[in-house]
């Protein structure tokens, strides 16, 4: 296999500080380029049902899965993410600091230089794929807004007990990696299938076998992505640390998170 994964990455943060108050705010950008391509077919793939049949180049009983000619899985991904964010913590109080923040990201629909999208979409009634991009009718990362509140607290205003909390939304976008184990697609691949055969006088010639006993052909398409939704995970947390003496400190947190994904 062949996986070449470039990603480029540029970001800028402004901070600023009032008194007690402090807010930040910022940008960034990735830019996928990953260009992926395997020839784990393209020599075929045997199976023989024994040690004996497989010495005497498969009598009986053998299999065989190889890609057609002209079949090609090079497939060349490019995307692009875009994130902005501004976070503000208010010190309410001494023994009071409240954070507030908002992030937004947008990530392009995927792209293959080499053109080889193909969809289907109704996978129930439709007899042909379709040439297109992923994710046509709409773009699942729009909008994504991502919340983010939390506190720090010391009740009566002493330092050694102070009480966390936190709660933010985060996304998992469908990036180029997703896509990378789907390449072998249809039309621009196609694998002949041969289930059960005489291949002694073939092998270890795969595309002659084919050529003689191919019965079917094994085509794989991708389905149409346009219902899906960005996949969503919900994180909280919960924090209670007490000084003791000593120089001891004793601490009790709670961690979780919830995820989401439909179509």
């Not at 996978?123 to 040439?131: F, V, Y």
């Not at 909008?143 to 205003?157: A, E, I, M, Q």
């Amino acid at each position: 296999d062949s996986k070449v994964m470039n990603t480029f990455q540029f970001a800028g943060d402004v901070i600023a500080q009032r008194g007690p108050h402090s807010i930040r705010f910022g940008a960034e950008a990735h830019h996928y380029r990953m260009d992926t391509s395997s020839g784990s077919q393209n020599g075929g793939i045997w199976n023989f049902n024994s040690l004996e049949s497989f010495l005497q180049a498969g009598p009986s009983g053998t299999s065989l899965a190889v890609a057609t000619p002209g079949s090609s899985n090079r497939r060349e991904f490019r995307q692009t993410l875009l994130g902005l964010y501004a976070q503000s913590d208010l010190r309410l109080r001494t023994n009071w600091t409240l954070n507030l923040g908002l992030r937004a990201e947008l990530v392009s629909q995927l792209r293959d230089q080499t053109g080889k999208h193909v969809f289907m979409p109704d996978p129930l009634r439709d007899t042909a794929p379709q040439t297109g991009e992923y994710l046509l009718a709409s773009n699942p990362s729009m909008p994504t807004l991502s919340p983010r509140v939390g506190f720090r607290w010391s009740p009566g205003g002493r330092a050694a007990t102070v009480l966390q909390a936190g709660f933010g939304i985060y996304y998992d976008h469908i990036l180029a990696y997703t896509h990378g184990g789907r390449r072998a697609t249809h039309p621009s691949f196609d694998v002949a299938v041969l289930p059960n055969f005489d291949s002694s006088e073939y092998f270890p010639d795969a595309l002659a076998a084919a050529a003689r006993f191919a019965s079917g052909r094994a085509r794989v398409v991708l389905m149409d992505y346009s219902g899906s939704r960005t996949p969503t995970v919900y994180r909280y947390t919960a924090t209670v640390q007490q000084r003791l003496s000593g120089g001891w400190e004793a601490q009790l947190a709670y961690v979780g998170a919830r995820g989401r994904s439909e179509e």
